[in-house]
């Protein structure tokens, strides 16, 4: 099974799998930029109308919050989509990069973007898990 290279066929299906997620992130990114500026002009423009509640005050911090780091998850997803989208047009897609052999097209239709398979991932997360320990 080694070096065994995927197939035109399923290179393309990947590649367009890669784009449609690739629009996604960025329409998703987008979006809360969006959300983001509205909801700065709507609060500064009614503030006097409500009672300050502290307790509001801290949920909109933290949807700030969550949304800065959706939007670096979202960011990385990007970083990582647009990874694969070379690693197709270098002819590498699909194999792991630890051990060289096939990520199994179940991981790849999963996560499309994945540099590794099945076995060197877990591998990866059991030495992290005992460098924590
Ligand atoms: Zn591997």
Do not use: W
Request: proline share 2%; hydrophobic share 30%; charged share 35%.
């Amino acid at each position: 099974m080694a070096g065994k290279k995927l197939t035109p066929e399923r290179l393309k299906h990947y590649e367009s799998v890669i784009m449609a997620e690739l629009k996604e992130s960025v329409a998703y990114i987008e979006n809360i930029n969006k959300d983001q500026s509205i909801g700065a002009r709507e609060s500064s423009g009614d503030l006097s109308s409500y009672a300050f509640h502290q307790a509001d005050q801290g949920s909109d911090t933290n949807l700030m919050e969550q949304n800065v780091m959706l939007m670096e998850q979202e960011r990385e997803k990007i970083r990582q989509l647009n990874d694969a989208l070379h690693r197709i047009y270098d002819g590498v897609f699909g194999i792991c990069e630890m051990c060289g052999e096939n990520i199994q097209e179940t991981r790849l239709d999963v996560i499309p973007y994945a540099r590794n398979c099945f076995d060197c991932t877990e591998k990866m997360e059991d030495k992290k898990r005992k460098q924590r320990r």
